[in-house]
């Protein structure tokens, strides 16, 4: 059956009385995608679903392909980003979507408005333990904020120096959740959970020498942390780790609101 065939079904029930507007609600949140070309099948509600609208994985997508999967997506959204737009790459889309806007450090490129609020409650910190780091970071900090999450950035704060991250323990104690980004040995995470209260996710990053394996061994040392509860993302997966905080967020507010 297609699509346009369900909803009509789904209508007619609703009017006809056989199904509620909460059931219908429900059911089309689960409904709608749209075909582009032969290649992509928008999910245009998966925000209904999940609270967090579909996100572009940019990398391995042709430039055409982008660019017909931007326009698709532009009037079903308010904000529209693609992760992982190189430099190069950038230019050429631009051509075409002329409001495109580039956050090189974060590789994203996002049709947005001008000014984009902080609808959301709470405080999400984002920690890394050195300047190598910023790429992963940047990409969380930024789909966060496109996401109407409220950001503070605390750089090149690692256990090299731990004098930097004991002078900044405000930032700490402020957070309602931490994302900490490490590559190296990946120790920042567990020294910061020993000394929040808060939620921590560990992002471990590609930063490191041979030995580090392209973040396996940050990653292994986030995964086997004696700080206990800390969350522990793919490796260089900033984003990922920026939608799990969102989620804890909105939970929180979720529960507040209902108490």
Not at 105 to 130: E, F, K, S
Not at 161 to 185: C, P, T, W
Not at 241 to 248: F, M, N, P
Request: charged share 15%; proline share 6%; aromatic share 6%.
């Amino acid at each position: 059956m297609t699509q346009p065939a369900v909803l009509r079904d789904l209508l007619t029930a609703v009017a006809q009385g056989q199904v509620s507007p909460d059931t219908a609600f429900d059911k089309l949140k689960h409904l709608n995608y749209q075909p582009v070309d032969d290649f992509a099948k928008i999910d245009n509600h998966r925000t209904l679903r999940t609270g967090f609208p579909e996100v572009i994985w940019g990398q391995d997508k042709t430039v055409d392909q982008l660019i017909k999967i931007f326009r698709a997506m532009e009037p079903e959204n308010p904000v529209v980003m693609a992760t992982r737009i190189t430099p190069e790459v950038y230019p050429q889309m631009r051509d075409s979507l002329p409001n495109l806007r580039y956050y090189e450090l974060a590789r994203i490129c996002a049709l947005q408005p001008d000014i984009v609020a902080a609808v959301h409650p709470g405080n999400i910190a984002i920690l890394t333990a050195g300047t190598a780091d910023l790429p992963t970071a940047e990409e969380a900090a930024v789909t966060l904020e496109l996401s109407g999450f409220q950001v503070t950035r605390l750089w090149d704060v690692g256990v090299a120096g731990i004098h930097r991250l004991l002078n900044n323990r405000e930032v700490i104690d402020k957070a309602d959740v931490l994302i900490v980004v490490a590559g190296m040995e990946g120790a920042l995470p567990s020294v910061v959970a020993g000394l929040a209260n808060c939620p921590v996710i560990a992002v471990p990053t590609s930063v490191g020498y041979g030995a580090s394996f392209g973040g396996v061994s940050a990653l292994l040392t986030m995964l086997n942390s004696c700080a206990a509860g800390i969350g522990v993302m793919n490796i260089d997966n900033g984003f990922g780790a920026a939608v799990l905080a969102g989620q804890i967020i909105r939970t929180a507010a979720k529960i507040d609101q209902s108490a």
